[in-house]
DNA sequence: AATGAATGAGGCTTCATTCAT
DNA sequence: GATGAATGAAGCCTCATTCAT
């Protein structure tokens, strides 16, 4: 029981020197002699938690898959019935930026290590999948409710995950957008909904 | 002199092993020991013309921001004068996916780092400028004539700059759309120019 | 802690292989392999008690100044109010050589980079000043005591520091004078304080 | 001819370099590369006249030797029959002052590694035995004649020999005494000759 | 459980030396 | 003769991993 406890403790311990550590230094170049410093535990300690830094890593984003996946699917379903699809949308995506800022460390850690090392692309491929099969999903229905043009919804699938993780990243890593996030996801809708184009010859 | 051709091979043979290497197992795990490997020359003829693999990736992502910084200045021009829009922008989107393919392995080397450590984050900075002041200027320039919404460039500047990202990920490195991707770019422009919601209640 | 204890040891260890492989084949020459040969542990355990191999010879160094420093100071107040001041000095003489003698091998070393490369003759100055330190204060007292001739006493300081250099070398390294050492260093003294001349017209 | 001129002319470039890059760098830690740098030859030239650095060293010091040797022998027979010692003894010292200004810093380069390096040791020698040696046959020599009291001609053969270079080490390269430093060595010859110790019960 | 000293494989870097031009 | 690109042995250093305490 006692032990149980300071178990946790201790891998939690290490988790939590990792998230900065990464931070700091990134992923790659991190060192698991700057794990257990940061930490402030032995050298031999590390192992009897993790075996690698790679397994600290997906411990973390072990963490911030669950509250991602539990944010899109409960939303996902209402944002469909919704009446008014933009709306629903806009939910979803302010939704998912909560759990985003929630875990900000690790989805930044998430966002800048994703598409390195083929190895790691393998840790990370829930995520492309998930965020993928949900804009497909929606995209599908949208389209066979007839609000939304007949285009590819792989193509916007990847128009979509790919804007989202440019702003993402800007707003995490470097910053920007500090509070106006809403208002930007806000844009971003309507300009994947209509487009930036002037209607003139209307 | 024969001397002066000699080295240049040399260094020709270091870039193109670099190439292939970082394509196999990524730039991050990259040892000057593959590289020599790979290139058949000895263990010091390296530091003869690199210090570490970094420069080695430096030397080959300058090649391709001299033919990129090209392609996009001489057609942006062209692109904006054009009386179809529309039209310019595909030119300006082919043009520069010519390029890409031209330099397919280093464009995918450039997509997958880029966004990675920051100590890489800082040689590939030139790009994301590059490509975000392109993408600027263009929107600007379409809202003063009219022709564009006044959306915020630099969110539109990071949407299309995100989505071209994955789009050319996906062809260049999962070898996805081989053929048709010359089509996919005109349906991505058509998505940011007129966006996917359909005009019901016109 | 067993763990000090063990440290310790080990430490102890680099330093005695250190000592041997310096007086074989010189400070310059010697390798970090070689230091980790002789004290029979791996290559990277080296580097968790010095850096290179510099760190050693000042870490040996650093043991005899200790000696070296109390031997001098403790004595030279006595030598100095002694009724015979040659008496005096004759004991000081031989108080230095038991702590030469004991730390025969690294005085030695001393003795022999003392004057070469730069970066060691930083390492010791401390001994140099030390000796000229000294010699200055008792012939500047001798002088101003009458019973010293008024020669320049920073001459005087070097013409002993070399002599003594010179005798202490042969005796250290080639082995010269095993056992009449101290009635060499008694016949110096008369020499430095009476000279060679015979007084002929007296 | 013209080809013998050349090669002189291209030897004398390495050693010149040699001379500079030692002074500033120190011996052991220079490397050909260094040589071949500051003569500005190629890599491959310096072997076509010397092995290696060490045989750089000794060409350099064989200059001084001839020099040094001949001041020694030609100077010593005059010095013996002078009818004043103490004068024979001072142009003797002065003249060989002479030549160590001549070539100061190869006889500085020679004061300190004479006693470095077990495998340089070899080179200086001679150095070591000719002042050895001259300094014997004038002491037995004063002794025989009565001129001088009957001390161990080693053993002041190893203080004048160790006073003499410690007094010519900062002299040369620590520019101590630049102008007077005839004037010390006369004040050494004094030393030597009458000691310090004042007469008190004459 | 936790510790941290010790290990040695693996990667980095320098530099003497060769050899084709 | 002179050149300097190429070589690879030898030394340096880091770091994941083990193991006795």
Known sequence: MRQEKRKELTRKKILEAA?????????ATTRIADLVK????????FYLYFQDVEQV???????????????????????LDHENFKI???ELAKSLLAVFQKHS???GLLLTTM????????????????TQATIRVMLERGIQSGRLKNHDPELMAFLVMGGLREVVTHWL??????????VKVDEMI?????????????
Chains 1, 2, 3, 4 share one sequence.
């Not at 998230?19 to 992923?27: D, I, S």
């Not at 940061?38 to 300690?45: D, E, N, Q, Y």
């Not at 991602?68 to 209402?78: F, H, P, Y």
């Not at 300009?191 to 209607?199: A, D, T």
């Open 173 to 182: 890593i470097d910053g920007r957008y500090s509070k106006d996030i809403a």
């Open 57 to 79: 890593l997906n411990a973390l984003l072990q963490e911030v898959f669950i509250d991602i996946q539990r944010s899109v699917t409960e939303l996902q379903v209402e944002a």
């Open 19 to 27: 998230k900065q550590v990464f931070l700091q230094k990134g992923y």
């Open 190 to 202: 309507a300009i994947y909904m209509n487009g930036v184009e002037r209607e003139t010859q209307k």
């Open 105 to 107: 460390a690790v989805v």
């Open 115 to 130: 598409n390195s090392e083929p190895s790691i692309r393998v840790q990370t491929a829930w995520f492309q999948e998930l």
């Open 88 to 90: 629903g949308l806009s």
């Open 38 to 45: 940061k930490s402030r535990l032995a050298r031999g300690t």
